[in-house]
């Protein structure tokens, strides 16, 4: 297996990315794995990697937060992100993995790697902390804010797949973001797609609403982009404001830092339970590779976890399962 690696994306590159590509080996000394690491080639080289399995490959440009995604793709061939799309589309590579402009992972892998055939628009879908630490698969949280019913039914077909093969869960339960729980809520997009969810190869319970996204009762969560950006947005934000008001009280004075002291296990799990590193990264579905988002603000575990993720990806062969359950209706 060979994963192509975009060393130059993200906040923390490539410092983040080539610690979390050696946490990533290093967890896994005898498989047959390989990193192909794109970017520039004296930073990288500067940090003395040690395994053999890992392969530089020069890059002498980045595309930035700030490039406009289309225009970057097309015009910086030599930045490290398009290098590494080419490596996966001509086969040297199984999968792609950036830290990078999401915009702009999305435009090389529709322009570079290609679509699954039959599916129009790709969807972005991270994996949710729950409640009960299972997580939720959400799709789409910004790929395609102007979706149609037939989009969203590929995207429960592809995350019905993905939460089966990649997170373990046998008959996963798909439900569809909505304003409320009845058949008959919401708008001309949820009205329409209720319907075709009922009728798929899935196993669909039925609306669900934004304040039990995380409960954990279902397993993957069908939206169009700019609701899915929406609640993903708002959810992050409400964990970090949380967990800093909590942080400040409990700092506030002696008695609450004695009281912090003591419950510092169960702090700790409830941070661990919030964190995003612990998910992966951001699977980009309906590409014709395994495409995975990190997070633009990974630390090395972070990024190693967005590998790992890649490596099941393509280790249970999803994208050619996603391929057959969009050919055959049958999952």
């Given at each position: 297996?060979?994963?192509?690696?975009?060393?130059?994306?993200?906040?923390?590159?490539?410092?983040?990315?080539?610690?979390?590509?050696?946490?990533?080996?290093?967890?896994?000394?005898?498989?047959?794995?390989?990193?192909?690491?794109?970017?520039?080639?004296?930073?990288?080289?500067?940090?003395?990697?040690?395994?053999?399995?890992?392969?530089?490959?020069?890059?002498?440009?980045?595309?930035?937060?700030?490039?406009?995604?289309?225009?970057?793709?097309?015009?910086?061939?030599?930045?490290?992100?398009?290098?590494?799309?080419?490596?996966?589309?001509?086969?040297?590579?199984?999968?792609?993995?950036?830290?990078?402009?999401?915009?702009?992972?999305?435009?090389?892998?529709?322009?570079?790697?290609?679509?699954?055939?039959?599916?129009?628009?790709?969807?972005?879908?991270?994996?949710?902390?729950?409640?009960?630490?299972?997580?939720?698969?959400?799709?789409?949280?910004?790929?395609?804010?102007?979706?149609?019913?037939e989009h969203l039914l590929d995207y429960a077909i592809m995350g019905s797949v993905y939460a089966e093969q990649v997170r373990g869960i046998k008959r996963p339960k798909v439900a569809l973001l909505n304003i409320g729980s009845e058949a008959g809520k919401g708008n001309a997009?949820?009205?329409?797609?209720?319907?075709?969810?009922?009728?798929?190869?899935?196993?669909?319970?039925?609306?669900?609403?934004?304040?039990?996204?995380?409960?954990?009762?279902?397993?993957?969560?069908?939206?169009?982009?700019?609701?899915?950006?929406?609640?993903?947005?708002?959810?992050?934000?409400?964990?970090?404001?949380?967990?800093?008001?909590?942080?400040?009280?409990?700092?506030?004075?002696?008695?609450?830092?004695?009281?912090?002291?003591?419950?510092?296990?169960?702090?700790?799990?409830?941070?661990?339970?919030?964190?995003?590193?612990?998910?992966?990264?951001?699977?980009?579905?309906?590409?014709?590779?395994?495409?995975?988002?990190?997070?633009?603000?990974?630390?090395?575990?972070?990024?190693?976890?967005?590998?790992?993720?890649?490596?099941?990806?393509?280790?249970?062969?999803?994208?050619?399962?996603?391929?057959?359950?969009?050919?055959?209706?049958?999952?």
């Amino acid at each position: 297996m060979i994963l192509a690696v975009d060393a130059m994306g993200g906040d923390h590159a490539p410092r983040a990315i080539v610690e979390g590509v050696v946490q990533f080996l290093a967890e896994r000394p005898t498989e047959d794995i390989e990193i192909r690491l794109v970017g520039d080639e004296l930073k990288l080289r500067s940090y003395d990697i040690k395994d053999p399995r890992v392969t530089i490959i020069h890059a002498a440009s980045v595309i930035t937060g700030e490039d406009e995604p289309v225009r970057a793709i097309r015009r910086k061939k030599d930045s490290s992100l398009v290098v590494a799309a080419n490596l996966v589309k001509s086969k040297e590579a199984d999968a792609l993995i950036s830290a990078g402009n999401t915009g702009a992972l999305m435009t090389a892998g529709l322009f570079v790697i290609g679509r699954i055939e039959g599916v129009d628009r790709p969807a972005l879908a991270p994996t949710f902390p729950t409640r009960n630490g299972k997580g939720v698969v959400i799709l789409d949280v910004g790929a395609n804010p102007d979706a149609k019913a037939e989009h969203l039914l590929d995207y429960a077909i592809m995350g019905s797949v993905y939460a089966e093969q990649v997170r373990g869960i046998k008959r996963p339960k798909v439900a569809l973001l909505n304003i409320g729980s009845e058949a008959g809520k919401g708008n001309a997009l949820t009205k329409e797609t209720y319907p075709l969810l009922e009728t798929a190869p899935i196993h669909f319970v039925g609306n669900v609403e934004a304040r039990e996204a995380m409960s954990g009762e279902v397993d993957v969560i069908v939206t169009e982009g700019f609701a899915g950006n929406t609640l993903l947005k708002s959810t992050e934000g409400a964990a970090s404001m949380i967990m800093g008001v909590m942080k400040e009280q409990f700092m506030s004075s002696l008695s609450s830092k004695i009281a912090a002291f003591i419950l510092k296990p169960k702090l700790k799990k409830m941070k661990q339970l919030l964190a995003y590193e612990e998910y992966g990264g951001a699977g980009l579905f309906g590409i014709a590779a395994p495409v995975i988002k990190a997070h633009g603000s990974s630390n090395a575990y972070a990024f190693s976890r967005a590998l790992a993720q890649a490596q099941l990806m393509v280790d249970q062969q999803v994208v050619a399962k996603m391929i057959e359950a969009k050919a055959t209706k049958e999952i």
